[in-house]
């Protein structure tokens, strides 16, 4: 009975430091402060951070700096580097982001009405929701930088009107993240990705991982039944080579996801936020290891073409040339059970990925970086005002 009641302890403790959504929310927006409250229901430790209306600048332009703030400090970064080269044709500076394809947004508004410029209103949706997304990412790196660990990944971000089971939801959500496949920088959380993309119609679009998790037998009400000396199962997936995707409403990110999404946005730029993701840091590959370094844009011999889509050969955990390591949850599937023990094995777990000390590598300095920058520039700020 004291194992038992350890065993329920330790796993208790792993679901409060692991579990903790971020939810994005509108400000001033009733509907959304609704959701929030629905989703507390479910997850009371739930966080939120307000998402950016670039269609009301310049009110609350603070919400989309903060966000904003680790693409400006690489954007610097980058013009220090030796490597840093940039053709005739690119408007690029040290300065702010203009040139940087959508992310200029912000520093090309009205010089007059510090509105959207260059008719970029009919878009301001989707503006707004890149940086939302930006803010939710830097949000994320400084409760890890607060805390001093990375025991916040992984962070499990979602939009208000993001669908909850009260239920079902939050064991499995639990399970799934304490066995996501230990190179993860992306997983997307949502079936409805996985079931569009990776169908009988397109084989070898979609290869399967070996970590899953177990499900316990249906409902009563069920239509299929297990057979005997089978089990039930969820996979993870390794991104799809090809096929549309759209909607971040339930995702969720490592401790290097910022640090690699960043690197690559302020050399190249971004889009919609949602297939940029899906279609080019998902699943495009460097062509190769200088290509992935910070501080290059222009390559010997192939400018500035840094990405490849990947091919199917490509698609393992072994390739290291990847934007990002980006997996899906798949459907439930029947698996012919085998030895547990070969099973658990093959499975990351989040307390031992939790129990290795980090070293102070590159992303971690960088987190430090903008924390300490973006810190002190609202110190000098405060300091002005008071002045004043």
Same mark, same amino acid.
């Given at each position: 009975?004291?194992?038992?009641?350890?065993e329920?302890?330790?796993? $208790?403790?792993?679901? /409060?430091?692991?579990?903790?959504?971020?939810?994005?929310?509108?400000?001033?927006n009733?509907?959304?402060e609704?959701?929030?409250?629905?989703?507390?229901?479910?997850?009371?430790?739930?966080?939120? &951070?307000f998402?950016?209306?670039?269609?009301q600048?310049?009110s609350h332009?603070?919400?989309?700096?903060?966000?904003?703030?680790?693409?400006? &400090?690489?954007?610097?970064?980058?013009?220090?580097?030796?490597t840093w080269?940039?053709?005739?044709?690119?408007?690029?500076?040290?300065?702010?982001?203009?040139?940087?394809?959508w992310?200029?947004?912000?520093? /090309?508004?009205?010089p007059?009405?510090?509105?959207l410029?260059?008719?970029?209103?009919?878009?301001?949706?989707? &503006?707004?929701?890149?940086?939302?997304?930006?803010?939710?990412?830097?949000a994320?790196?400084?409760?890890?930088?607060n805390?001093?660990?990375?025991k916040?990944?992984?962070a499990?971000?979602?939009?208000?009107?993001?669908?909850? #089971?009260?239920?079902?939801?939050k064991p499995?959500?639990?399970?799934?993240?304490?066995?996501?496949?230990? !190179?993860?920088?992306?997983?997307?959380?949502?079936r409805?990705?996985?079931?569009?993309?990776?169908?009988?119609?397109r084989?070898?679009?979609?290869?399967?991982?070996?970590?899953?998790?177990?499900?316990?037998?249906?409902?009563?009400?069920?239509?299929?039944?297990?057979? #005997?000396?089978?089990?039930?199962?969820?996979y993870?997936?390794?991104?799809?080579?090809?096929?549309?995707?759209?909607?971040l409403?339930?995702?969720?990110i490592?401790? !290097?996801?910022?640090?690699?999404?960043?690197?690559?946005?302020?050399?190249?730029?971004?889009d919609?936020?949602?297939?940029?993701?899906?279609?080019?840091?998902?699943?495009?590959?460097?062509?190769?290891?200088?290509?992935?370094?910070?501080?290059?844009?222009?390559?010997?011999?192939?400018?500035?073409?840094?990405?490849?889509?990947?091919?199917k050969?490509?698609?393992?955990?072994?390739?290291?040339?990847?934007?990002l390591?980006?997996?899906?949850?798949?459907?439930?599937?029947?698996?012919?059970?085998? !030895?547990?023990? $070969?099973?658990?094995?093959s499975?990351?777990?989040?307390i031992?990925?939790?129990?290795?000390?980090k070293e102070?590598?590159?992303?971690t300095?960088?987190?430090?970086?903008?924390? /300490?920058?973006?810190?002190?520039?609202?110190?000098e700020?405060?300091?002005?005002?008071e002045?004043?």
């Amino acid at each position: 009975l004291k194992e038992e009641e350890e065993e329920k302890k330790k796993s $208790k403790n792993v679901e /409060q430091r692991v579990f903790n959504p971020l939810v994005i929310i509108q400000r001033d927006n009733e509907k959304d402060e609704r959701d929030l409250k629905r989703i507390k229901t479910v997850f009371p430790s739930a966080n939120s &951070i307000f998402g950016v209306n670039a269609g009301q600048w310049p009110s609350h332009l603070e919400d989309a700096e903060y966000g904003l703030a680790p693409l400006r &400090i690489f954007n610097r970064e980058n013009f220090k580097s030796k490597t840093w080269k940039i053709d005739n044709n690119t408007r690029r500076n040290p300065e702010n982001l203009k040139g940087i394809q959508w992310i200029e947004s912000i520093d /090309q508004r009205n010089p007059e009405t510090g509105k959207l410029g260059d008719g970029r209103m009919p878009i301001a949706h989707h &503006i707004g929701c890149m940086y939302a997304h930006f803010n939710a990412w830097r949000a994320v790196d400084d409760m890890a930088y607060n805390k001093g660990d990375d025991k916040v990944y992984p962070a499990w971000i979602m939009e208000a009107d993001a669908y909850v #089971d009260k239920n079902q939801m939050k064991p499995r959500m639990t399970r799934l993240l304490q066995k996501a496949p230990k !190179d993860y920088d992306f997983l997307m959380m949502k079936r409805e990705l996985f079931l569009g993309l990776c169908g009988p119609d397109r084989p070898g679009n979609c290869k399967r991982s070996e970590n899953f998790i177990r499900l316990g037998e249906p409902g009563a009400n069920a239509k299929k039944t297990v057979p #005997d000396g089978f089990e039930r199962r969820i996979y993870f997936y390794y991104w799809p080579l090809d096929g549309p995707g759209a909607g971040l409403s339930s995702y969720a990110i490592g401790p !290097d996801f910022s640090y690699k999404a960043f690197n690559f946005i302020s050399r190249k730029g971004a889009d919609m936020i949602d297939g940029f993701i899906f279609g080019k840091l998902c699943r495009d590959d460097y062509v190769s290891e200088d290509a992935a370094n910070p501080g290059n844009f222009l390559l010997p011999g192939i400018g500035s073409a840094l990405v490849k889509p990947r091919t199917k050969e490509a698609n393992t955990k072994d390739n290291k040339l990847k934007v990002l390591n980006c997996y899906l949850i798949g459907d439930v599937e029947l698996v012919k059970k085998e !030895d547990e023990e $070969k099973d658990e094995a093959s499975l990351g777990n989040i307390i031992e990925q939790n129990s290795v000390e980090k070293e102070k590598d590159t992303v971690t300095l960088f987190k430090a970086k903008v924390h /300490q920058e973006t810190t002190k520039s609202s110190s000098e700020e405060e300091e002005e005002e008071e002045e004043e």
